[in-house]
């Protein structure tokens, strides 16, 4: 069986819209713009209109729009043209350009792309090739990368009825790099591992976003010369694998006649979605000039350092274990926290911040996300000073995902002298190290470490 899979990564950027100076977020409090629209076709540049725009003319559907006065403009109303292409998010495309090894065009087209759909106001969405001919290196060979765009997500759809979609314009605009592989990929595993490689090299950058809906993966997969089929809509990666071989088995069984899109359900099926859109789709953005790439430009863009080598280096600097090391390299306050508190273990503070708030969701169900940097910080400045024991640390924490203030009075360590330890060893004789642990902290609400140095002491 001869089979081609290859793959297609949208990522949104993290940056101001690419055609305007409107923030690049997501809302969900009520909008105060409503906007109603029919769209039409425009004949492509090869004279045709695309089989993908026709077939959404066919639903006939109108169009409603919400937007936000303060964080929309009239860009994403397609009432004005575009701005110049916002230059973070250029340079944002040309830093992961770099890293894929790909070359970098010399001067920028920004084209529009038929889509009929409604997700975009003006009917076309707009992407400039950044990049061509690139590489990544993986366990099964090497992985071509075909190419990079940098183009605007479309606008985000709310409901849809009958005869009419509603969207929202909060989405449309924010800059989305497309990566797309040759299909160099050799199975379904080898899919993930390099969707998996790809999102690293991303998020090294710094300038992608995180969370849901910021990472999409499309799969083109065809077998023995069959029309091409694209899978749409992977919701996390672990399910690539499942999906792919489940495609391979409905193809073997249906022989695809034409080229389609289709979408990937929750349960790893597809169904069918739309025709494949042809070239017809694609014509110049008659309203920007071509941005050169200068050798100034270029010379300003610097590689990242890959998460993966981070990673490495916080493990070795810090004695770290590889799992703890992973996790850490997205957390900006493990470093600082370890220059505040010399006198505590990198460790410790690397648990502190990564393992335990997984600790508390898992055994607790809580919600995690309310404890914040000064929260950390707080409870180990208690800690610090011997205000607190160790264990007292995760209960603030759980204090803090509980909505209650950070009152250490319930945790306060108590002081136990050295003089108590060893009126405690001389009443109970010949007893093991951990026994007078035991007595020791039944007796006393104690830091157990300061127990445990003073019994060294002692015995
Ligand atoms: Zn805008």
Redesign the pocket.
């Known amino acids: 069986m001869d089979l081609k899979i290859g793959l297609e990564i949208h990522q949104q950027l993290n940056t101001k819209?690419l055609?305007?100076?409107?923030p690049s977020i997501l809302r969900d409090d009520p909008h105060d713009i409503t906007l109603k629209r029919r769209l039409k076709p425009v004949v492509g540049e090869l004279g045709e209109i695309d089989k993908a725009a026709l077939h959404e003319l066919e639903k006939g559907k109108h169009f409603t729009y919400q937007a936000y006065s303060d964080s929309?403009?009239?860009?994403?109303q397609d009432s004005e043209p575009p701005h110049l292409i916002t230059k973070d998010a250029l340079k944002a495309a040309l830093e992961i350009s770099l890293l894929l090894n790909t070359k970098i065009v010399d001067e920028i087209q920004v084209m529009r792309k038929t889509v009929i759909d409604g997700s975009n106001t003006s009917g076309f969405q707009r992407t400039a090739l950044i990049a061509y001919n690139g590489y990544i290196k993986t366990s099964k060979g090497r992985v071509g990368i075909e190419s990079i765009s940098l183009e605007e997500d479309a606008a985000r759809k709310i409901k849809e009825t009958k005869d009419s979609v509603t969207y929202r314009l909060d989405r449309l605009?924010i800059p989305l790099i497309e990566i797309t592989t040759a299909p160099d990929i050799k199975d379904s595993e080898h899919a993930k591992e390099v969707a998996e490689y790809i999102g690293m090299l991303l998020r090294s950058t710094d300038k992608t976003k995180r969370g849901i809906g910021t990472i999409r993966q499309d799969i083109n997969l065809s077998i023995s010369n069959n029309p091409r089929i694209e899978l749409k809509g992977f919701q996390n990666l672990r399910i690539i694998p499942k999906v792919i071989e489940k495609e391979i088995k409905r193809q073997l069984r249906n022989f695809p006649k034409k080229p389609e899109v289709r979408r990937v359900n929750p349960d790893t099926s597809t169904t069918f979605l739309r025709p494949m859109p042809g070239a017809s789709r694609m014509y110049p953005e008659s309203d920007l000039e071509p941005i050169p790439i200068t050798k100034y430009l270029l010379d300003k863009i610097k590689i990242p350092e890959l998460l993966t080598e981070k990673a490495i280096k916080l493990e070795k600097e810090y004695k770290l274990n590889s799992e703890i090391s992973k996790l850490l390299v997205k957390n900006n306050l493990f470093l600082k926290l370890v220059k505040k508190f010399p006198n505590l273990k990198p460790l410790f503070l690397a648990q502190t911040l990564v393992l335990t708030p997984k600790e508390i969701k898992k055994r607790y169900n809580l919600n995690i996300s309310k404890i914040k940097p000064k929260h950390f910080e707080e409870i180990l400045t208690y800690y610090n000073s011997k205000k607190i024991s160790k264990e007292a640390v995760q209960e603030l924490l759980i204090d803090v995902c509980n909505n209650k203030k950070i009152n250490i009075s319930k945790y306060k360590t108590s002081e136990v002298s050295e003089k108590e330890i060893k009126k405690i060893i001389i009443e109970n004789k010949n007893l093991s190290f951990n026994a007078y642990m035991g007595l020791v902290l039944k007796k006393y609400k104690v830091d157990p470490s300061e127990v445990a140095k003073i019994l060294k002491k002692l015995l």
């Open positions: 819209k055609f305007c100076n409107c929309t403009c009239l860009v994403e605009g």
